[in-house]
């Protein structure tokens, strides 16, 4: 790996870091307010809708400046999505704003592995990439719960600058304040990203025109056959992996009787699990065998559902570091492969666009179903085992489509072969 490829990991992991500390902090915010129950789900989900509505878009925008100056530029997007917190304004609110800086982030994010590295090297990247956000996921949720701990923002607000007042008054804008700077080493990181050369000069600039070139992408990558099966397991699985992160806050509290600040740990474990999967997955799955992990997905939905059992936190953390392995195992060859895919059948941004689409409608729909679960108080215990049940059920169907598709290929192939000999 070259010294670009360490900088973007960079300039991701402390974006990521920031983004799930923001997270717990705008949780925080709404359970200071009394905020109803069904509400904390809807942070996440309009933090991606930005995936869904711009997906025509961000796949051109991305492809039209140098990636590097694209993260640059949404990374600052996300800088005042934090920053309209400090005036007050809504956490749905302004967590779609860092959520829209996200959206557009993303296909640059990933669309640059494409340009930097060559194939057989994008497993190993993925691995590496998916690892650290994991990292950045467990230090950034355990950093929100512990700025958010009152002991912790106490002492952050005892801290006093001679002849300056910062206006910081409050534990939200201590915890926020230190959000906001990791943001800002980000956005440091962001300007060392190298141009890799690469430019698309067709970029359409008519949203019409986008619109239209986004859905033949979008058609293309479903009806090609490798296509549709990585593009419907990452989608399943980014969805379910969202909705598993406030299911864990839910169950922690009721199951195992803990707050906000302590259950964030319990999320930190499950993304080290990931971390893991992703490492291994990496170091022992070429990018040609990406599809022999499918099964993987359901021991992860029967794993999830013997949560209920659980009421001991000793027992809690092997199974969640169980759970975590087994997704980063199952999700990195996935990407890698939907990745390299899309990169053969379309431009890098694209490809990551329409992927980024499919997986957030999946990640919308899943939470909106949670919240409505919330909503009507149905037994955390049932929404575990219905979540477990449908992520093992809809991998099967995956599988067996797969199947259908080698079937079809084989035999497309034994005839061309007859009529070459005839």
């Known amino acids: 790996m070259n010294r670009g490829f360490y900088t973007i990991m960079g300039a991701q992991f402390f974006s990521s870091l920031a983004d799930n500390a923001l997270l717990i902090a705008a949780i925080s915010i709404l359970t200071a307010s009394n905020s109803p129950a069904w509400m904390t789900p809807l942070l996440k989900l309009f933090f991606v809708v930005s995936?869904?509505?711009?997906?025509?878009?961000?796949?051109?925008?991305?492809d039209a400046l140098p990636k590097g100056r694209v993260m640059l530029i949404t990374n600052i997007i996300k800088i005042?999505?934090?920053?309209?917190?400090?005036?007050?304004?809504?956490?749905?609110?302004?967590?779609?704003?860092?959520?829209?800086?996200?959206?557009?982030?993303?296909?640059?994010?990933?669309?640059?592995?494409?340009?930097?590295?060559?194939?057989?090297?994008?497993?190993?990247?993925?691995?590496?990439?998916?690892?650290?956000?994991?990292?950045?996921?467990i230090l950034g949720t355990v950093a929100g719960g512990a700025l958010v701990n009152p002991h912790v923002s106490s002492t952050l607000l005892s801290f006093d600058f001679p002849l300056i007042d910062t206006g910081i008054d409050t534990p939200v804008e201590a915890a926020l304040s230190v959000i906001m700077l990791t943001?800002?080493?980000?956005?440091?990181?962001?300007?060392?990203?190298?141009?890799?050369?690469?430019?698309?000069?067709?970029?359409?600039?008519?949203?019409?025109?986008?619109?239209?070139?986004?859905?033949?992408?979008?058609?293309?990558?479903?009806?090609?056959?490798?296509?549709?099966?990585?593009?419907?397991?990452?989608?399943?699985l980014w969805g379910a992996g969202a909705t598993l992160h406030f299911i864990v806050f839910k169950w922690a509290d009721k199951s195992l009787h803990m707050p906000l600040d302590k259950s964030s740990v319990l999320v930190g474990v499950t993304a080290i699990g990931m971390a893991l999967g992703a490492a291994g997955a990496a170091r022992l799955i070429p990018l040609k065998k990406s599809l022999s992990v499918m099964p993987l997905g359901i021991a992860m939905g029967v794993t999830v559902m013997t949560l209920i059992f659980v009421t001991s936190v000793w027992v809690a953390y092997p199974l969640l570091l169980l759970i975590g392995a087994l997704a980063g195992f199952y999700v990195v060859p996935m990407n890698a492969l939907l990745q390299h895919r899309g990169h053969v059948l379309m431009s890098a941004g694209h490809s990551i666009a329409v992927q980024n689409f499919n997986e957030n409608i999946s990640i919308l729909l899943m939470l909106a179903l949670y919240a409505l679960m919330v909503k009507l108080e149905l037994d955390i215990n049932v929404v575990i085992i219905l979540f477990g049940t449908f992520l093992a059920a809809t991998v099967c169907i995956v599988m067996r489509k797969h199947a259908a598709n080698q079937r079809e290929f084989d035999s497309l192939t034994l005839i061309g072969e007859a009529k070459h000999a005839g």
């Open 51 to 62: 995936y869904v509505v711009l997906a025509a878009f961000v796949g051109a925008f991305a």
């Open 80 to 137: 005042i999505g934090c920053g309209m917190l400090f005036m007050h304004v809504h956490p749905l609110l302004s967590y779609a704003v860092v959520g829209f800086g996200a959206a557009a982030y993303s296909p640059a994010k990933y669309g640059i592995l494409t340009e930097l590295l060559p194939a057989e090297k994008l497993v190993e990247a993925n691995g590496w990439i998916e690892g650290l956000t994991m990292i950045s996921i």
């Open 183 to 236: 943001y800002l080493v980000a956005t440091l990181f962001n300007m060392r990203i190298p141009d890799t050369g690469v430019r698309y000069p067709d970029q359409k600039r008519s949203p019409v025109k986008l619109i239209i070139d986004f859905s033949h992408c979008y058609r293309k990558l479903w009806q090609d056959k490798l296509g549709q099966i990585t593009l419907s397991v990452t989608t399943l």
